[in-house]
Antibody, heavy 119, light 104 residues
Protein backbone atom coordinates (compact mmCIF):
# COMPACT_ATOMS: atom_id res chain seq x y z
CA UNK A 1 0.00 0.00 0.00
CA UNK A 2 1.28 3.44 -0.94
CA UNK A 3 1.68 5.74 2.05
CA UNK A 4 3.02 9.25 2.46
CA UNK A 5 3.85 10.54 5.93
CA UNK A 6 4.77 14.07 7.00
CA UNK A 7 6.51 15.15 10.19
CA UNK A 8 8.13 18.19 11.71
CA UNK A 9 5.22 20.53 12.28
CA UNK A 10 4.87 22.59 15.42
CA UNK A 11 4.59 26.03 16.95
CA UNK A 12 7.12 28.67 15.93
CA UNK A 13 7.38 32.43 16.35
CA UNK A 14 7.05 34.84 13.48
CA UNK A 15 10.40 35.22 11.75
CA UNK A 16 11.51 31.76 12.78
CA UNK A 17 12.31 28.62 10.82
CA UNK A 18 11.04 25.08 10.64
CA UNK A 19 11.86 22.03 8.52
CA UNK A 20 9.21 19.56 7.48
CA UNK A 21 9.99 16.02 6.34
CA UNK A 22 8.04 13.69 4.11
CA UNK A 23 8.61 9.97 3.76
CA UNK A 24 7.04 7.33 1.60
CA UNK A 25 6.38 3.62 1.81
CA UNK A 26 4.98 1.12 -0.63
CA UNK A 27 6.66 2.90 -3.55
CA UNK A 28 10.07 4.12 -4.64
CA UNK A 29 10.02 7.78 -3.61
CA UNK A 30 13.09 8.58 -5.71
CA UNK A 31 11.11 7.75 -8.88
CA UNK A 32 8.53 10.51 -8.41
CA UNK A 33 8.15 14.25 -8.43
CA UNK A 34 6.93 15.25 -4.97
CA UNK A 35 5.05 18.30 -3.78
CA UNK A 36 3.94 20.25 -0.73
CA UNK A 37 0.45 21.71 -0.44
CA UNK A 38 -0.92 23.70 2.49
CA UNK A 39 -4.32 24.56 3.87
CA UNK A 40 -4.86 27.41 6.30
CA UNK A 41 -7.60 26.89 8.89
CA UNK A 42 -10.99 26.97 7.20
CA UNK A 43 -9.48 27.86 3.83
CA UNK A 44 -8.79 26.15 0.52
CA UNK A 45 -5.78 24.29 -0.79
CA UNK A 46 -2.67 26.25 -1.74
CA UNK A 47 0.13 24.69 -3.76
CA UNK A 48 3.52 25.42 -2.14
CA UNK A 49 6.35 23.70 -4.02
CA UNK A 50 7.35 20.68 -6.07
CA UNK A 51 10.63 18.90 -6.82
CA UNK A 52 11.78 16.52 -9.54
CA UNK A 53 13.24 13.10 -8.95
CA UNK A 54 16.87 14.28 -9.15
CA UNK A 55 16.34 17.81 -7.70
CA UNK A 56 17.07 19.39 -11.09
CA UNK A 57 13.53 20.76 -11.22
CA UNK A 58 12.09 22.90 -8.43
CA UNK A 59 9.07 25.16 -8.54
CA UNK A 60 7.46 27.38 -5.90
CA UNK A 61 4.24 29.21 -5.32
CA UNK A 62 4.52 33.00 -5.30
CA UNK A 63 3.68 33.39 -1.62
CA UNK A 64 6.66 31.28 -0.47
CA UNK A 65 9.25 32.02 -3.15
CA UNK A 66 12.53 33.15 -1.58
CA UNK A 67 11.52 31.97 1.91
CA UNK A 68 10.87 28.24 1.50
CA UNK A 69 13.18 25.64 -0.03
CA UNK A 70 12.21 22.17 -1.17
CA UNK A 71 14.85 19.45 -1.20
CA UNK A 72 15.14 15.70 -1.12
CA UNK A 73 17.51 12.97 0.03
CA UNK A 74 16.78 9.92 -2.08
CA UNK A 75 19.20 7.80 -0.09
CA UNK A 76 17.06 8.44 2.99
CA UNK A 77 13.78 8.29 1.07
CA UNK A 78 12.82 11.76 2.29
CA UNK A 79 11.60 15.08 0.92
CA UNK A 80 12.01 18.26 2.93
CA UNK A 81 10.47 21.70 3.12
CA UNK A 82 12.75 24.24 4.78
CA UNK A 83 10.63 27.20 5.87
CA UNK A 84 12.42 30.42 6.82
CA UNK A 85 11.17 33.91 7.73
CA UNK A 86 7.86 32.40 8.78
CA UNK A 87 4.82 34.64 8.97
CA UNK A 88 1.53 34.31 10.84
CA UNK A 89 -0.16 33.72 7.48
CA UNK A 90 1.96 30.58 6.95
CA UNK A 91 -0.09 28.88 9.66
CA UNK A 92 -1.63 25.83 8.00
CA UNK A 93 -1.75 22.09 7.68
CA UNK A 94 1.05 21.12 5.32
CA UNK A 95 0.46 18.09 3.12
CA UNK A 96 3.07 16.15 1.19
CA UNK A 97 1.87 14.54 -2.03
CA UNK A 98 3.23 12.22 -4.66
CA UNK A 99 2.88 13.41 -8.25
CA UNK A 100 1.82 10.76 -10.73
CA UNK A 101 3.11 10.27 -14.24
CA UNK A 102 -0.01 10.89 -16.26
CA UNK A 103 -0.82 14.58 -16.01
CA UNK A 104 0.69 16.24 -12.94
CA UNK A 105 -1.93 14.60 -10.75
CA UNK A 106 -1.30 14.39 -7.00
CA UNK A 107 -2.20 10.75 -6.55
CA UNK A 108 -1.18 10.01 -2.95
CA UNK A 109 -1.32 12.39 0.01
CA UNK A 110 -0.10 12.28 3.58
CA UNK A 111 -2.31 13.09 6.54
CA UNK A 112 -0.72 16.50 6.98
CA UNK A 113 1.32 18.19 9.68
CA UNK A 114 0.24 21.39 11.43
CA UNK A 115 2.46 24.45 11.42
CA UNK A 116 1.41 27.30 13.71
CA UNK A 117 3.19 30.63 13.55
CA UNK A 118 2.60 33.00 16.43
CA UNK A 119 3.16 36.73 16.53
CA UNK B 1 0.79 32.90 -13.09
CA UNK B 2 -2.34 31.08 -14.21
CA UNK B 3 -5.37 31.73 -12.03
CA UNK B 4 -8.13 29.15 -11.51
CA UNK B 5 -11.70 30.20 -10.79
CA UNK B 6 -14.31 27.70 -9.63
CA UNK B 7 -18.05 28.21 -9.60
CA UNK B 8 -20.20 28.05 -7.67
CA UNK B 9 -18.46 28.43 -4.30
CA UNK B 10 -21.28 26.52 -2.63
CA UNK B 11 -23.80 24.17 -4.15
CA UNK B 12 -26.88 22.90 -2.31
CA UNK B 13 -28.30 19.68 -3.69
CA UNK B 14 -30.23 16.55 -2.80
CA UNK B 15 -29.34 12.88 -3.05
CA UNK B 16 -29.96 11.75 -6.62
CA UNK B 17 -29.40 15.19 -8.17
CA UNK B 18 -27.09 15.75 -11.12
CA UNK B 19 -24.59 18.46 -10.21
CA UNK B 20 -21.88 20.26 -12.13
CA UNK B 21 -18.93 22.38 -11.02
CA UNK B 22 -17.05 24.66 -13.40
CA UNK B 23 -13.38 25.56 -13.32
CA UNK B 24 -11.95 28.30 -15.54
CA UNK B 25 -8.28 28.97 -16.19
CA UNK B 26 -6.96 32.45 -16.92
CA UNK B 27 -5.11 31.03 -19.95
CA UNK B 28 -5.06 27.75 -21.79
CA UNK B 29 -3.81 24.74 -19.87
CA UNK B 30 -4.61 22.23 -22.59
CA UNK B 31 -5.99 19.25 -20.62
CA UNK B 32 -3.72 19.42 -17.57
CA UNK B 33 -6.63 19.80 -15.16
CA UNK B 34 -7.13 17.63 -12.09
CA UNK B 35 -10.11 17.30 -9.74
CA UNK B 36 -9.94 16.39 -6.05
CA UNK B 37 -12.50 15.70 -3.32
CA UNK B 38 -11.84 16.69 0.27
CA UNK B 39 -13.85 15.85 3.36
CA UNK B 40 -13.45 17.70 6.69
CA UNK B 41 -10.30 16.73 8.56
CA UNK B 42 -9.03 14.57 5.71
CA UNK B 43 -6.46 14.87 2.97
CA UNK B 44 -7.71 15.50 -0.56
CA UNK B 45 -8.48 12.52 -2.75
CA UNK B 46 -7.72 12.32 -6.47
CA UNK B 47 -10.84 11.92 -8.62
CA UNK B 48 -10.01 12.87 -12.21
CA UNK B 49 -6.81 13.75 -14.07
CA UNK B 50 -6.07 15.10 -17.54
CA UNK B 51 -9.50 16.73 -17.44
CA UNK B 52 -11.53 13.58 -18.09
CA UNK B 53 -9.71 10.42 -16.96
CA UNK B 54 -11.24 8.77 -13.92
CA UNK B 55 -8.77 7.63 -11.27
CA UNK B 56 -8.91 3.92 -10.52
CA UNK B 57 -11.50 3.09 -7.88
CA UNK B 58 -13.49 6.31 -8.29
CA UNK B 59 -17.20 5.70 -8.96
CA UNK B 60 -18.35 6.16 -12.54
CA UNK B 61 -20.96 8.74 -11.48
CA UNK B 62 -18.05 11.20 -11.50
CA UNK B 63 -16.98 12.57 -14.87
CA UNK B 64 -14.88 15.42 -16.16
CA UNK B 65 -14.86 17.34 -19.40
CA UNK B 66 -13.31 20.36 -21.06
CA UNK B 67 -10.05 21.61 -22.48
CA UNK B 68 -8.23 24.89 -22.93
CA UNK B 69 -9.67 27.22 -20.31
CA UNK B 70 -13.03 25.77 -19.28
CA UNK B 71 -13.60 22.52 -17.44
CA UNK B 72 -16.50 20.78 -15.72
CA UNK B 73 -16.83 18.14 -13.02
CA UNK B 74 -20.19 16.37 -13.09
CA UNK B 75 -21.70 13.99 -10.56
CA UNK B 76 -24.52 12.20 -12.35
CA UNK B 77 -26.49 11.12 -9.28
CA UNK B 78 -25.35 12.62 -5.99
CA UNK B 79 -24.81 10.10 -3.19
CA UNK B 80 -24.57 10.74 0.58
CA UNK B 81 -20.82 10.10 0.44
CA UNK B 82 -20.36 12.87 -2.15
CA UNK B 83 -21.11 15.78 0.16
CA UNK B 84 -17.65 17.35 0.37
CA UNK B 85 -15.53 20.14 -1.05
CA UNK B 86 -14.16 19.81 -4.58
CA UNK B 87 -11.05 21.47 -5.96
CA UNK B 88 -9.60 21.80 -9.43
CA UNK B 89 -5.86 22.18 -10.02
CA UNK B 90 -3.87 23.10 -13.11
CA UNK B 91 -0.64 21.43 -14.16
CA UNK B 92 0.34 20.41 -10.65
CA UNK B 93 0.27 24.04 -9.51
CA UNK B 94 -2.57 26.44 -8.79
CA UNK B 95 -5.78 25.22 -7.15
CA UNK B 96 -9.22 26.68 -7.58
CA UNK B 97 -10.80 28.13 -4.45
CA UNK B 98 -13.04 25.11 -3.94
CA UNK B 99 -16.74 24.25 -4.24
CA UNK B 100 -18.57 22.97 -1.21
CA UNK B 101 -21.38 20.56 -2.06
CA UNK B 102 -23.87 20.57 0.79
CA UNK B 103 -27.15 18.93 1.55
CA UNK B 104 -30.18 20.90 0.46
Amino acid sequence: EVQVVESGGGLVQSGGSLRLSCGGSGFTLSSYWMSWVRQAPGKGLEWVAKISQDESGKDYGDSVKGRFTIARDNAKNLVYLQMNSLRVEDTAIYYCARIGYKGWEFDSWGQGTLVSVSS
Amino acid sequence: DIQMTQSPSTLSASVGDRVSITCRASQSINSLLTWYQQKPGKAPKLLIYKASTLESGVPSRFSGSGSGTEFTLTISSLQPDDFATYYCQQSGRTFGQGTKVEIK
